[in-house]
């Protein structure tokens, strides 16, 4: 293999793919990068076994050819070389990759390209398609409820929901629940769902916004995202995932409308009064006014009043901040409207553009 390629591409190849290669490994071949000529570039893919990312990089091709090589050493020395450098990539005998740049000659040692686990190539004749910003944006509104909990382990990640003309992300740790759905096009005449894992859903999340539409491919145990010139092959969770449904509420008319970023504000600030003891802060609901709290004999006491529009009988309940926090984060509206019945009842978020969150109350601390 002899190819020719600029720093620039090479790094950025090396970067979309590196974060899936696992730093300690039993088998040593998971350390490396396969790298393979393709037609009009180098095509370079890593893999953990649970999930394989791949690309290509634009390049001339000199000679065709496949290797693998040490990923972390190998993007070490990229890093190093000057920004606008031309680099020649070759392999000889035994398993030996050089690398010219200018006047430097590094070597290295791979391992035969035959030990690297293939990643499979989807049949994408059945593939869904969305928009890359309206995904990215489904995410950031459902990744932050995924449970991090491994004794649950089907809510370790996020469930796709495809029915015919619009796909559907559910997340829940037990204790809230974040539900979005979109309208895309392609979706299958059957109904297909996933559980695709938290750390896929991550390097998803990351490599979003490079092009204008993906392709999703669910097939038995395997989810694919096409991303153009990045592919993306997961495993799935096995596992039923809870039915959501059944805990959605009915809307009621006890509603709190206010200030997003006003809020979010007020319960970072409460929040740094919240103990791992009693995690919980204080809503008390009065007309035009909303006044978060804490008290505790160890941090002392804070207090803070917000205006709001509220409907409904004075009411006090109890809220973990950060539950708060996460959906104030990735809300965009400058006002929120939260449905608040009781101190024994969920509280929920619902927006018009089919977006529910749901968090449970916590009882009142000290």
């Known amino acids: 293999m002899k190819v ?6 090479l790094l950025k190849g090396i970067q979309t793919v590196l974060p899936v290669v696992p730093t300690r490994s039993t088998l040593p071949i998971l350390s490396h990068l396969l790298i393979e000529t393709k037609k009009g570039g180098i095509y370079l893919a890593g893999t953990d076994l649970e999930v394989g990312i791949s690309c290509v990089a634009e390049a001339e091709v000199v000679e065709d050819g496949a290797t693998t090589i040490p990923a972390k050493r190998f993007s070490d020395l990229i890093k190093e070389l000057p920004a606008d450098a ?31 686990p293939r990643l499979p190539t989807p049949d994408d004749s059945g593939a869904m398609v969305i928009d890359q910003g309206v995904l990215q944006a489904m995410l950031g509104l459902t990744s932050f409820a995924v449970s991090h909990d491994e004794s649950r382990y089907v809510l370790n990640g996020i469930l796709f929901l495809a029915r015919k003309g619009w796909l559907k992300l559910v997340a829940t740790d037990g204790r809230r629940l974040a539900l979005v759905s979109r309208d895309i096009s392609n979706a299958p005449a059957t109904d297909s ?41 997961s ?26 970023q006003a809020l979010l504000l007020a319960a970072r600030r409460i929040g740094l009064w919240a103990t791992q003891e009693s995690p919980s802060i204080r809503f008390d609901l009065k007309p035009n006014q909303l006044v ?12 803070e009043e917000i205006s709001a529009a509220y409907t409904g009988p004075e009411s006090s309940m109890g809220f973990n901040p950060h539950y708060i926090i996460d959906v104030l984060k990735a809300l965009t509206d400058e006002e929120v409207e939260f449905e608040l019945p009781g101190p024994d009842r969920p509280g929920v978020v ?10 449970l109350p916590m009882q009142l601390g000290p």
């Open 4 to 9: 020719k390629v600029s720093r620039e591409a």
């Open 193 to 233: 769902h996933a559980v695709v894992p938290i750390k896929t859903v991550n390097e998803l999340n990351r490599l979003l916004g490079e092009g204008p539409t993906l392709k999703i491919t669910l097939k038995d145990t395997q989810i694919a995202f096409d991303l153009g010139n990045t592919q993306i092959i």
């Open 86 to 116: 031309t680099l020649t990539l070759s392999t000889k005998k035994n398993q030996q990759v050089s690398l010219e740049c200018g006047r430097s000659l590094f070597k290295l040692v791979g391992l035969p390209k035959e030990e690297f």
């Open 350 to 359: 619902r927006t018009k553009d089919h977006y529910t969150y749901i968090v």
């Open 292 to 303: 978060l709290s804490k008290q505790t004999q160890e941090a002392g006491e804070a207090h």
């Open 235 to 260: 495993r799935l969770i096995e596992g039923k995932f809870p039915s959501y449904e059944q805990v959605i509420p009915q809307e009621v008319p006890q509603k709190l409308k206010v200030d997003r």
